[in-house]
């Protein structure tokens, strides 16, 4: 059974940064399309980055130059480096594997 599990959310303070971990099971994150979502209160999902087997990556304008998704293929996980963060960022960050697999999430607070 696939699994996808996050971890490494927290309350911070603007300016902060933090890194979340989304550690795979039954797939491998070297071999899929993996994808960091969030959902911040009173809005969509919405997608933050992904990175794609061959090492490309893409960002949504809100994450370039703030946050940076990477793997460990040794580890099977993947991570998103959060840098600078603020208010906005808060919400709940979820793992994706292809368009098939999610993770339960992993909450991120950036307090004031």
């Known amino acids: 059974q696939v699994q996808l599990v996050e971890s490494g959310g927290g309350l911070v303070q603007p300016g902060e940064s933090l890194k979340l971990s989304c550690v795979a099971s039954?797939?491998?994150?070297?071999?899929?399309?993996m994808t960091w979502h969030r959902q911040v209160p009173g809005k969509e999902r919405e997608f933050v980055a992904r990175l794609r087997p061959g090492g490309l990556t893409d960002y949504s304008d809100f994450a370039k130059g703030r946050f940076r998704i990477s793997r460990d293929n040794a580890k099977n996980t993947v991570y998103l480096q959060m840098n600078r963060l603020n208010p906005e960022d808060t919400g709940i960050y979820y793992c994706?594997?292809?368009?098939?697999?999610w993770g339960q999430g992993t909450h991120v607070s950036v307090g004031s």
């Open positions: 039954e797939i491998f994150v070297s071999s899929w399309t």
């Open positions: 994706h594997a292809g368009s098939e697999y």
